[in-house]
């Protein structure tokens, strides 16, 4: 089900998919013309995860858009458009797909269910200098996370180290907010402008890139 569609201050285009269909359901949802390759092609798909994450994708993208697109992928794994005409970036979760689109610039996006899980991992992607407010450790830690995520998706590098090469400055959560943060795998040092939100179940960042190398 879309549960938000909106352009961003930055001109980007948000969109947010709550998966909670059956694949039969997703499927009734494409239009005609899309059906028939997507049944062929989530054939081989083995797992059903993988299959609603998919089609939801597909879906969403379709109805931010209104228009068909096709979607595909670099050696390193990341999506782009076909056609050209919008940078991409895709995330999924447990419960939810997100997109976020740009004509002209580099996006990132990554949405993630708050878990407590983040504890366990956090000294391997959280540098000895970034600040985690103790009063509300994990959702923090996850915010650090899925900024990094953000700033890694639109950025085409390899070997991006989390902890080494990704900086956030310090920040208290709200419920939303702009974080600021750096990176240091390249001569560029640029820095970036990290937007994010907190609800209830899950976490919301997402980043603009450069536009003919000026930062937005």
């Not at 005409?85 to 797909?97: L, N, V």
Request: proline share 3%; charged share 25%.
């Amino acid at each position: 089900m879309l549960i938000r569609r909106e352009h961003t201050d930055s001109e980007g285009l948000l969109g947010i998919w709550k998966m909670d269909e059956s694949r039969e359901e997703l499927l009734g949802l494409l239009p005609g013309h899309m059906r028939f390759d997507a049944v062929e092609h989530v054939k081989t798909i083995r797992s059903e995860r993988r299959t609603i994450e998919w089609l939801s994708t597909r879906i969403l993208l379709f109805m931010l858009l209104h228009e068909e697109k096709t979607i595909l992928n670099r050696a390193d794994g990341k999506p782009y458009l076909q056609d050209g005409t919008y940078h991409i970036s895709i995330s999924h979760t447990k419960d939810y797909a997100a997109i976020y689109l740009h004509e002209t610039c580099p996006v990132g996006i990554d949405i993630e269910i708050r878990s407590e899980r983040v504890r366990k991992v956090a000294h391997k992607f959280i540098g000895d200098n970034e600040y985690i407010d103790p009063s509300q450790k994990t959702v923090h830690q996850l915010l650090h996370w899925s900024a990094k995520e953000s700033m890694f998706k639109l950025m085409e590098e390899n070997e991006i180290h989390f902890k080494h090469h990704l900086h956030i400055q310090p920040f208290i959560p709200a419920s939303k907010g702009i974080i600021t943060a750096a990176e240091t795998r390249t001569d560029h040092n640029r820095t970036f402008n990290i937007h994010y939100e907190v609800h209830p179940d899950h976490v919301l960042t997402w980043v603009v890139g450069w536009c003919d190398d000026l930062l937005v």
